[in-house]
């Protein structure tokens, strides 16, 4: 197969090559400035991405990956590499899935042309501008997409290279390029059949020189490798997904046939007419109706007649259609996907596919245009115009992909009855601390659908935050019972639990998130935690020091580990968890609080106070933290300043244990003698074993020549005289 006779030379071709380029920059500019959509959150969120154990995981523990349910860990690792350039920073990822899509529209034109497919550049060119592709090329986990399209798209030149008689090595790298396709995203499990379709209309084309037009046994044993890597990879996936999802979806093969044949004719449309596309498209009702059946029907009769109008019209549609049909098969609804919650189609799914079909309609434009007129310029104008009108929409749609809240409310004006925007911009309410308004957009979800677990488990954490924990144990126990695998909801519902007392059902949920997830960090915490509050010191050492083989960067692993070294006397190496545990999560309230306690320890109150100040900034409703601050402040002799503390202790939380007992301390040294009586006598109504600290503190004060404030504990106790016995003890630490 020799290219077209108007070759170009190296020169015209990097022209043509910036070219698209540029026009793909242009079209998607509002893209490189977005943020974090979806599940990108995985960039900023854990380990995966950030040390050598998450590149391990990807590798060979892909049932560790957040949300994920097929096994693609070349995309990961693209991700990982990504990672170590730009951290956290969306744009570099941006730029990186534009110049990805870019070069996906030049091995586009280099494939077609080298197929002789008239109109190749054109059809380059609308692949690179066609709104439909802006959700594959905006959202940062579309490099899936992305990189598998690059990948097929180089396997079959490197095939067809060697198809034309080169060497062995460009078969070899068609395998390879193949199998990295399918290590990207399963959607490349249909090239092998693609290029056999190829083959099929190549053959049948009058300058071919195979003896009728016809396949041969050589063609079926060269690509019979391809076709064993695929099969292999589809079962290996379809076991890995069947094994770690749970959700299932009750659809009928009646149901699937008309689902699948629907969503044939919904992508061919939304390629011919590019209007309403949004992130989640409405979900079509099941079961179906006898009607419905003319959907499958008619996708199924549609190549057909080509194939019947082959030798009047030659292969090529034919084959475009089917190549369509294959490429898609593995997202048409007749296997069970993750996605199926939302809808079941979305224009990101047809990111390769559409390829098929853009170039047969470009090659029949270009096939008129020649019939119709001897000069090219009316033809290059229309192509300019759609070009153009192309371009102009992905702007537009691009700029909807700005933010999640601006993704999702876009697609509220669009499909109002879906229940997902609403969930994800409730998402969105809660990563930016607005969690009244976040409880509202998910409960609004829940009317739309009361059975998704996500949902669930992000309303509770929302609750949770609100301090509304009863209801976020209600919310947590419903998501587990909709999907019993839900790791993270385990998690949760264990941390709750264990806030609530039950500590046997906490420590059962927490193993539970471990059996589903051995290498959960966030499980080995916490589990940690509730082993240390039942006094297991030695156990819940040993879950933190796992948690941080696991994960490095775990800032609550390293807090918690501070806090067991320091119990143990070796402040140091507490010291430098905490420090490691701020230099990952500077706005870790809980490591700051360690520190605070660890300097008050050591005697060094002013930068106890820095550092309890800081956790008081950033959890100003903590109440531990509060009575820290204020115990450090008198230390520091800063009596005023510790009453204040101490009082928003009080607001926060009247029955706080001793806060009472710490205000009269408070009040005593400024002496404020009617305030310390008052807060001493109302410390005592609530706590009776402080008559004895009484005692021992109105015996100091007295050997300390005071004796009008020793007075005052002896009154406290004369005013409880069921508390005014028992032994003197020594006044107890704030």
Known sequence: MTSSGNALDARQRRIVALGLLLLTLLAYLPALGAGLLWDDRIITDGPLLKTLAGLRAIWLEPSQIHNE???????????WLEHALWGDTPTGYHVSNLLLHALNSILAWHLLRRLRVPGALAAAALFALHPVHVEAAAWIFGRKDLLATALCLGSALCYLRFDDGAGRRWYGAALLLFGGALLSKSIAIGLPLVLLLVLWWQRGRPSSGTSAGRLTGRDGLRLLPLFALAIAYAAADFWFVRSHVTLRFDLTW??????????LWFYGSTLLWPAGLTAIHPRWPTPVAAWHLLWPLT?????????????RIGRGPCAAVCCFGVTLAPVLGLVDFDFMRYTFVADRFQYLASLSLIALAAATAARLAAALTTTRWPAWAAAAICCALLGAGSFAHARDHRDLETLFRANLARNPLSWAPYAHI???????????QAIGWYRLALTLNPDDPWTHLQLAEALGEADRREAAIGHLQRAIAIAPHAVEAHINLGVLLSERGEVSAAVQHLERALALAPASADALVNLGS????LGRNDEALARYRRALE????HAMAHTNLAGELIRRGRRDEGLAHLQAALERDPGLAEAWRGLGLLRLEQRDPRQAIRALSMAVELRPSWADAHNDLGNALGSAGEFERAAAAHARVLALDPSYPRIHYNLALDQLNLGRDSATAMHLERALQLDRSLAEVYAGMSARLEQKGQPAQAALFRRALESQPAAASGPAASAPAR
Request: no cysteine; aromatic share 16%.
């Open 69 to 79: 349910f097929h096994y693609w860990p070349l995309f990961y690792t693209t991700l």
């Open 530 to 533: 509730v082993l240390g509050n």
């Open 299 to 311: 996708a199924l009769a549609l190549p057909v007649a080509l194939f019947a109008l082959r030798h």
């Open 426 to 436: 409730g998402y969105s309410r809660a990563r930016a601390g607005r969690f009244d």
């Open 254 to 263: 009646l149901d699937r046939a008309v689902i699948s044949g629907r969503a």
């Open 550 to 553: 696991i994960d490095p960067t």
